[in-house]
């Protein structure tokens, strides 16, 4: 699903984010990404989504070369792909429901099975009854479970998840690591940067060191 071969990451003015990163990710397993503040976990993130693009190397993803990627192609591909990010970009001016809708809808999905699409994705995050909630009416990790629901929307096969359990309290992560699991279970792929692997017990995890791969 995913392929790595000696990707390099510098921003300008030349900090070196990724060094020469190699690594496979089969479909529907799941790969923990681990490191201290500033080993380049959200680029290897950014990476994956086409947000960012490698400086040498190359990035592979579902078998398609994301350096060869047109601009104009990116939508496309990123419909395939589930973002939840650390400070999760919801709308807070729209409901719980308008909020996962707004994938949906930017991608063109039909309006008629748009709603119990939605309804299904807040249902999985166990957020089913609070649809017309504003996300300031729910708890941090609601408003997290309200991300995923809004990742998972286009039903992705990838699922990048960015210190999602980050700002949580024990209990209110382990729920949301719950919920990213099942995801997991039946069969999409999912990438998680998180310095709390052992809310992930078992899991393969790379671990960074500087934008290096650590033993
Ligand atoms: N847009 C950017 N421009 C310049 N440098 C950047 C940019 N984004 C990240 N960096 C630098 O690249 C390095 C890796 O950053 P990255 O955000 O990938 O780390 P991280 O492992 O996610 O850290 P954290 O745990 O703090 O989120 C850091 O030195 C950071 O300062
Ligand atoms: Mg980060």
Known sequence: MIRFDRVSKRYPPGVDALSNLSFDLDEAQMLLIGGHSGAGKSTLLK??????????????????????????ALPYYRRRIGMVFQD???????????????????????????????????????LGKREKALPIMLSGGE??????????????????????????????????????????????????????HELFPGARRLQLD?????A
């Open 47 to 72: 990476l994956v989504a086409g947000v960012e693009t490698a400086t040498s190397g190359s990035v592979l993803v579902g078998g398609q070369n994301l350096g060869g990627l047109a601009r104009a």
């Open 210 to 214: 500087h934008g290096r791969l650590a």
């Open 88 to 126: 999760q970009k919801l709308l807070f001016d729209r409901s719980a429901f308008e909020n996962v809708l707004l994938p949906l809808s930017i991608s063109g999905f039909p309006v008629r099975e748009s709603a119990s699409r939605v309804r299904a994705a807040l249902d999985k995050v166990g």
């Open 143 to 196: 408003q997290q479970r309200l991300a995923i629901a809004r990742a998972v929307v286009g039903r992705p096969d990838l699922l990048l998840a960015d210190e999602p359990t980050a700002h949580l309290d024990q209990d209110t992560a382990a729920d949301v690591v719950r919920i990213l699991l099942e995801f997991n279970r039946v069969g999409v792929t999912l990438l998680v940067a998180t310095y709390a």
